[in-house]
């Protein structure tokens, strides 16, 4: 579950303009081919690459930062680095009063509802993406590809669900689309798309002690999982990881995307907004985390027991997606760090 943020702070704006900007008498022979990822081109223009790549379009001393709207693989700077900590230090020294504390999170399900009573399915753009970075979404609307179930939680508006369906030639494949907000399963049920026979939508908090509506355990072959994680307290993790254990057949996996560690959303919240390290309260209410990437690993791969020498999961694939975007018209610049895995459940281990 995502929630929208507001534009970058002009102090960003000074802070990162130390990025170079390309020579006009450099620029490269015009009777040199243009590479597909620096084209303009929309006939031969290549923006995404092979999964957990990440893109291929990298910013050189010699570029000019405000040629394209994103670069890939941007690392943040020194000077960044430094302000990022200087935000971090005012946001410790500002936290959240015990009240609101108690306020957000004992109900976190209302602001959601909250939140999509004004965002309905127009708010977040269709994930079209997902196939990209997640080839098995694409194998398993294969005609030929046999039952398959899948779960999504968090699944929102249904940005992802439908766009899958969208392509499905399976008739054999059942999403089972799942969120704790009341009103966002409502929003998913209205929708034209929504057939029974394809996709089920139900209320399930992920963090409860129940499984899904209409789920036994070992009964689903995917769980996708973007961006919601971050919504979920740091206390309520472990239960979530097991839940989706128990949910996942033997060698099902978990497709993973949420934020990460100074990500531009992080780095620009205010005083009154933060909870505890990493997590904090955004202004409609809802709540969100940044992690780093060990820690992402070592919260999937965790023993069930201290007797248990089996984690309950293994890492297919990690890693991290670091953008600089850029608004060209305001000559802005701002760094988005978001990270993306893959979780396959191991055999089940005994206790």
């Known amino acids: 579950m995502e929630s929208s943020t507001s534009s970058t702070e002009a102090v960003q704006t000074q802070l990162l303009s130390n990025l170079s900007v390309k020579d006009p008498a450099a620029e490269t022979d015009v009777s040199q081919s243009i590479l597909p990822h620096r084209s303009h081109d929309p006939e031969n223009n290549l923006k995404r690459s092979d ?26 700077d020194d000077t960044y680095k430094e302000y990022a900590e200087q935000q971090y230090a005012k946001q ?33 753009k269709d994930r079209k993406w997902l196939q990209q970075e997640f080839p ?6 294969k005609p ?20 899958i369906l969208a392509h499905n030639s399976n008739i054999d494949l059942k999403i089972h689309a799942c969120d704790f907000s009341k009103k966002a399963v409502e929003v998913i049920r209205a929708n034209e798309a929504y057939d029974t026979k394809n996709i089920q939508a ?50 099902g996996e978990v497709l993973f995307r949420d934020y990460g560690r100074g990500d531009l959303a992080q780095v620009r ?8 390290e990493n997590f ?24 069930p027991c201290e007797d248990s020498s089996i984690p309950l999961f ?26 993306q895995g893959r979780f396959r459940k191991l055999a089940k281990p005994q206790s």
């Open 144 to 163: 030929d590809a046999g039952p398959v179930t899948l779960l999504e939680v968090g699944a929102g508006a249904g940005n992802t669900a439908f766009p």
């Open 51 to 76: 999964p957990f790549q990440f893109g291929s379009r990298f910013l050189s001393e010699k570029d000019n930062v405000f040629e394209f709207n994103a670069w890939d693989h941007v690392e943040t």
């Open 92 to 124: 410790r020294e500002a936290p959240v009063s015990e009240f609101d504390k108690s306020r957000f999170n004992g109900d976190p399900a209302k602001w959601w509802n909250n939140f999509y009573k004004n965002n309905t399915a127009n708010f977040f």
């Open 314 to 339: 293994e890492v297919v694939d990690m890693g991290v997606d670091r953008r600089l975007l850029v608004n060209r018209a305001k000559q802005l610049k701002m760094y988005r760090c978001w990270l």
């Open 280 to 303: 904090y309260i955004r202004g409609d209410g809802t709540r969100v985390y940044f992690f780093e990437k060990d820690e992402l690993v070592d919260i999937w791969t965790a023993k």
């Open 202 to 251: 139900d209320v399930w908090d992920a963090a409860s002690e129940e499984l899904p509506p209409g789920l036994a355990e070992e009964s689903v072959d995917v769980v996708l999982m973007i961006f919601i994680f971050s919504a979920l307290s740091p206390s309520q993790w472990n239960q979530a990881v097991q839940n989706i254990f128990k949910v996942l057949k033997p060698g």
């Open 136 to 141: 098995v979404l694409s194998e398993i609307t």
């Open 269 to 276: 919240f205010k005083k009154g907004r933060y909870l505890e």
